[in-house]
């Protein structure tokens, strides 16, 4: 019995010390922002930092009305990480802008029709702490995003 009791305690003792470490969204966000501010510094790039916490550089503004979260846009894009390893690139046609990562949501709206932004997008308003694709769990995520068109 002794030996039983023995070999739980072991066994309690070891799995009570092998704890994961806990996500905590406000040291991933510092960590975002800091990563953020010196990839700016490195690439000599003027940003924005919008309310929401993305930032952005309005490289051509384009021309007429802004869309909205509940317009259709068409745009040309290239997503890539701090890095510079290209996840993606492609155009989207008629996609509501609602239905895309939080980060375009906020940045988007901040050109027109025929104008092309650089967002610098925080973890939390891409895909958070979860890996997609090729892109690991935490990234900030660069988007070099050209709209073509948009209707309401």
């Known amino acids: 019995m002794k030996k039983y009791l023995l070999l739980l305690a072991v066994f309690v003792t070891v799995f009570s010390s092998c704890s ?8 991933q966000a510092a960590k975002d922002d800091a990563a953020i501010q010196s990839y700016i510094s490195a690439n000599n ?28 846009i068409t745009v040309n894009y290239t997503g890539k990480l701090l890095n510079g390893t290209v996840f993606d690139s492609g155009s ?27 967002l ?15 892109i690991p769990a935490n990234s900030v995520l660069v988007f070099t995003v050209d ?3 948009f209707s309401n």
């Open 20 to 27: 994961k470490d806990s996500f905590d969204p406000a040291k």
């Open 45 to 72: 790039i003027t940003a924005t930092k919008d309310p929401s916490g993305v930032y952005y550089q309005v490289i051509t503004a384009g021309t007429g009305a802004y869309p909205t979260a509940s317009s259709l």
């Open 92 to 118: 989207l046609h008629s996609v509501v802008l609602s239905s895309m990562i939080q980060g375009w949501i906020y940045g988007i709206p901040h050109i027109n029709t025929g104008g092309r932004i650089l």
């Open 120 to 134: 610098l997008i925080p973890s939390a308003l891409g895909y958070g702490n979860a890996t997609q694709g090729s």
């Open 147 to 149: 709209l073509t068109g």
